[in-house]
């Protein structure tokens, strides 16, 4: 752990008023007296973001001019969640500026809540990469983000009168943006399509049309680290502000196409998750950004050099590539190396494969990208004939290795038809991890077992993290006040391990009162959050239990929602005594692919038993049920210290970590969950005493598979599960409508591939032990310290260092 000095006070509270003002006056062009809380927002967070300036400068400086190795982390996506607060926690200012908007009139709160979230990314995967630059700037290390500024992020989700999801465009930039500084004089060409010739026997590639791709900078302050790296989002421009012979013919709507088919590129985030989609416009857009960031690299690297000697780019940069989307980096940098370059084939490879590192965050089949070798040849000719070449001397060098003719077919990187992205980026970089110690041995027995066979070295395992100070601190200050006090330091803000000094106090009663005392007052604040944002009352006296993540079959939220319908039909139909009933808030917040058919329908169905539950008198205070719309970090923010129990459900052997298990832990809730991604390991941390664990685990899984699956045999075993989805099937929240939820049912009876009939009954079942534990408070709130206390390893700080130490081979700045 490096030594972290804490920062200087660099203004007054007085002074960073006058910097506001300042910014009102010459910057908006408003008057204090005119200021809205949103023009005071944007004067602060350009204030803050210039006391980050020389920071920033000078770690760009060594980042160049040292001599330890920068990250490059390549991510399509970065959900970065609102910014203000979190520049100013790490540029030490959060006080100055509470006093100064005070001063202003205005109240801290107003200020903050008045940006709108950014949300370039569709959940895990995209607020992972954001954690890691947080963390890699905390800890000192020269870094940069490279990715896509998206103009439309994660659509905004809706409700309609029938509980369906309805997707609304999110176009965050409509008011002024303050954090990013763009930057015409540092763009980038990245062309397409065309073709390859040879010209004195050398390979050229003709391009059809090119697009600029225009940087814009976002500043990333360290915790206490006096550093602030660099997230770089490309954003698409035309070059050609439109076609002066269209124009001439008066063909006026013509004559703006190419500079329409360059913005497209940048427009829009896509918002599946763990699905391929093969489309164009992806891909175009995967190598838009990987393109632009190789060449930015270059520039930055090797400054004012026509020929550098770029058998050193490993040593001055090494790239991780988040998933498979920048995975067409690869080929670019071969590319670039020997067409634009002129190194030979070899050489290349070398500088390549050095290069390049690359993380899985999936084990469905589903979600690894194939593209078709037709797409590749239109878009990126020179490309695919790379592709085939690396593919060549890879099954060459299987052969070398005695590796059999069929397995080296299955390995095939270039089928003829298509490119295996995963196993490219498995070949052409120098390690390979899954994000969590169950994910990543499944990575190496299962997905890409022969992989690991051909090169066991290349694999390893960098369990995922999130970064404390957003997810605690600024989340949830009440318990980061009181973990300071416990520790008499606030350290644990950049040392999270520390926080297993409150692992006695779990015994000291007084202690735990006061633990207690903070989720109360959290859930207090929640109930005020849901009124001001959803117009909904809750009852802070009931259990609060919450299933947030993205929509899909593998996580199961179905599961839990025919739990609470077998839960609602219970106390109805008096098998369950409505006094023995623990109240309870049941919160849902999920988004779907917006082509998603079951998954919409899902939502749906948890909107409409929602609608009937929290209606009926006869269940009033026992079972509260909320789909709570368009779940993003703020609500996360405001959710996770509200929340007591957490539900990690995904069938064992599908999710590859899971974050969300890790912020629910370490604000105190206990988890009730499968042997599943990072559970497993949360579970071994907090102890197995202070888990609700159910469920099959990886290998009852495979054997159920193995043996043939019968769901409807469940169904007909547990009368609570029949009774659920005879309520569904039979229209009960549907208004007698039988057909609403048909495809549903049919699935769960005849397919559910996920398994969430067999597990239903051990998921029924240890309900029971949940709420006897609840009905003892002290116990409770006991074993959720003991969360708090054992979670510290969650830290992205540990995953990063993690990183450095297994796959980067590098370390802060001196
Ligand atoms: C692919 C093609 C086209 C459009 C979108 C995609 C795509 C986008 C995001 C595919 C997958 C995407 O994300 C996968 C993801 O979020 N995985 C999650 O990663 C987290 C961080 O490692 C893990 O904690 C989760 O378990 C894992 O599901």
Redesign the pocket.
């Known amino acids: 752990m490096t030594e972290i000095t804490a920062p200087k006070s660099p203004v007054t509270a007085e002074q960073f008023a006058d910097e506001i003002r300042e910014q009102l006056k010459y910057a908006q062009g408003v008057t204090v007296e005119q200021a809205t809380a949103a023009d005071v927002y944007v004067a602060a967070a350009k204030a803050v973001r210039n006391h980050l300036q020389d920071a920033w400068f000078t770690t760009q400086a060594d980042t160049v001019n040292g001599n330890t190795k920068a990250v490059g982390y390549l991510s399509a ?1 970065f959900l970065m969640g609102k910014q203000l607060e979190n520049a100013l926690l790490n540029a030490g200012l959060t006080d100055q500026f509470d006093a100064a908007v005070e001063a202003l009139g205005f109240q801290p709160k107003d200020i903050v809540d008045a940006e709108y979230e950014p949300g370039l990314g ?4 995209g607020r ?1 990469a954001a954690c890691f630059i947080d963390s890699l700037a905390s800890l000192g290390v020269p870094a940069f983000g490279y990715g896509i500024q998206y103009r439309y992020g994660i659509f905004k989700q809706q409700f309609d009168e029938n509980g369906k999801q309805v997707e609304t465009p999110d176009y965050w930039l409509s008011n002024e943006e303050p954090w990013g500084h763009i930057d015409y004089n540092r763009d980038q060409k990245v062309s397409f399509g065309g073709e390859v010739v040879e010209e004195n026997g050398k390979k050229v590639w003709k391009p059809a049309w090119s697009v600029r791709a225009v940087p814009v900078d976002y500043l990333v302050p360290g915790y206490k680290s006096q550093r602030v790296n660099t997230l770089r989002l490309w954003t698409a421009r035309s070059y050609d502000e439109f076609d002066l012979l269209a124009f001439n013919r008066s063909e006026y709507m013509e004559a703006v196409e190419p500079k329409v088919k360059a913005e497209n590129i940048s427009k829009i985030l ?1 918002p ?6 093969g489309k164009e416009l ?1 891909l175009e857009q995967q190598y838009f950004f990987v393109s632009a960031s190789l060449h930015d690299a270059i520039r930055v690297f090797y400054p004012g050099q026509d020929k550098p000697d770029l058998t050193t780019f490993p040593d001055k940069i090494t790239f991780q590539l988040n ?1 498979t ?1 920048p995975v067409i980096g690869i080929p670019e940098l071969m590319r670039i190396l020997i067409d634009e370059y002129g190194y030979d084939w070899d050489t290349a490879w070398t500088i390549t494969q050095k290069t390049f590192n690359y993380t899985c ?2 084990l469905l089949p589903e ?1 690894l ?1 194939v593209w078709p070798s037709s797409l590749i040849g239109e878009l990126l000719p020179r490309h695919l004939e790379i592709i085939e070449k690396i593919s060549d001397q890879f099954k060459a060098e299987l052969k070398d290795k005695g590796v059999a003719e069929n397995t080296i077919n299955d390995m095939a990187i270039y089928t003829g038809d298509a490119v295996r992205m995963a196993y490219l980026a498995t070949y052409g970089g120098s390690h390979v991890n899954g ?1 969590a110690e169950l994910h990543s041995q499944l990575l190496k027995d299962v997905t890409l077992k022969n992989f690991s066979d051909a090169y066991p070295d290349k694999f390893t395992n960098v369990t ?1 993290g999130v970064t404390p100070r957003r997810f605690i601190k600024l989340a949830n200050p009440a318990l980061s006040d009181l973990i300071t006090e416990g520790l008499g330091t606030d350290k644990w803000l950049s040392d999270l391990e520390l926080l297993q000094g409150l692992a006695p106090l779990a015994q000291d009663d007084e202690f735990v009162k006061k633990f207690a005392a903070v989720k109360q007052a959290n859930k207090h604040s929640f109930v005020g959050f849901a009124k001001d944002h959803y117009g909904i009352d809750i009852d802070e006296n009931t259990m609060f239990n919450t299933m947030v993540k993205r929509l899909h079959e593998y996580k199961r939220q179905s599961l839990k929602i025919l739990a609470v319908i077998s839960r609602y039909a219970g106390i109805k139909n008096g098998t369950i005594n409505a006094d023995d009933v623990l109240p309870r808030t049941v919160f849902f917040g999920a988004k779907a692919a917006p082509g998603y058919y079951l998954a919409k329908m899902t939502i749906q169905l948890i909107n409409n038993v929602s609608r009937v539950v929290n209606n009926d008198p006869d269940v009033k205070g026992k079972l509260a049920v909320h789909m709570l719309p368009n779940y993003n970090i703020e609500m996360a923010q405001n959710l996770i210290p509200a929340t007591e129990l957490d539900e990690q459900i995904s069938q064992a052997g599908k ?5 969300g298990n890790m912020k629910f832990a370490l604000n105190g809730a206990l988890t009730v969950g499968t042997l599943d ?1 990072a559970n497993v390991e949360i579970r071994e941390r907090v102890g197995a005493e202070n888990f609700f664990l159910f469920g099959m685990n990886v290998d009852e899984v495979e054997s159920l598979y193995a043996t043939g699956y019968d769901p409807a045999k469940y169904y007909e075993a547990d009368p609570r599960l029949k009774q659920a989805i005879d309520l569904v099937a039979g229209g009960t929240f549907s208004e007698g409508d039988r057909n609403a939820y048909a495809p549903l049912v049919a699935d769960w009876l005849t397919k559910d591939w996920f398994m969430t009939l067999a597990d239903f009954s051990s998921y029924a079942n240890i309900q029971a032990q949940i709420e006897e534990l609840y009905t003892h408070p002290l116990d409770w709130n006991r074993k959720a310290i003991l969360n708090v206390a054992n979670s510290g390893f969650f830290s992205s700080d540990r995953s990063i260092e993690d990183y450095l130490e297994r796959i980067w081979h590098t370390g802060p700045l001196a």
């Open positions: 996506e569709n959940g895990g995967l992972l896509y599946e998750d763990s699905t391929k989609v992806r998933d989307h965050h999936t979600a990208e994000v995922n999710e590859a970590s899971g974050t991604g």
